[in-house]
């Protein structure tokens, strides 16, 4: 946690962000895979400990470094994401609504962040690299990558 705030603060984020970004915790937002649970439990030979420090590749149709946003109620939707984002920056969403699958498919301490208002304002929640969730992307109105 503590690196995180220094993260946030170094990214020109007050730490009254962490408080409202508090609100979808880590715990919340693992969406491991029933794939990588089975490796883990199997002793996969290729965990080293923090995988996103592993050698990555292409994941449901989101490649390495990228982190990707679900067509609406279409869970992986055939490995087709409907956004891909790659460049460190902030990317203002329109029209989407609804519920939509995010993944963060970056490594290292790569963040992809999620804002209420244009612009990247106002932090809502953020995954770390290899996680995703389902959310509603109404109250999402930007998403930034950010390189930890």
Wanted: charged share 15%.
């Amino acid at each position: 946690m503590q690196q995180l705030t220094k993260m946030l603060t170094a990214g020109g984020v007050c730490a009254l962000a962490l408080v409202a970004m508090s609100a979808v915790s880590v715990t919340e937002a693992k969406g491991a895979t029933e794939e990588q649970g089975q490796a883990a439990d199997q002793g996969d030979p290729s965990d080293q400990g923090d995988q996103s420090e592993l050698a990555c590749a292409t994941a449901h149709g989101c490649p390495c470094g990228y982190g990707c946003i679900y067509p609406e109620d279409a869970g992986w939707n055939n490995d087709r994401p409907s956004h891909k984002y790659y460049k460190y920056a902030c990317y203002n969403l329109s029209n989407q609504y609804g519920t939509h699958r995010l993944f963060n498919n970056q490594t290292g301490r790569a963040l992809m962040i999620f804002y209420g208002k244009y612009n990247c304002i106002d932090p809502y929640g953020w995954l770390e690299p290899g996680q995703w969730f389902d959310r509603d992307l109404g109250p999402i109105n930007s998403v930034a990558l950010t390189s930890g």
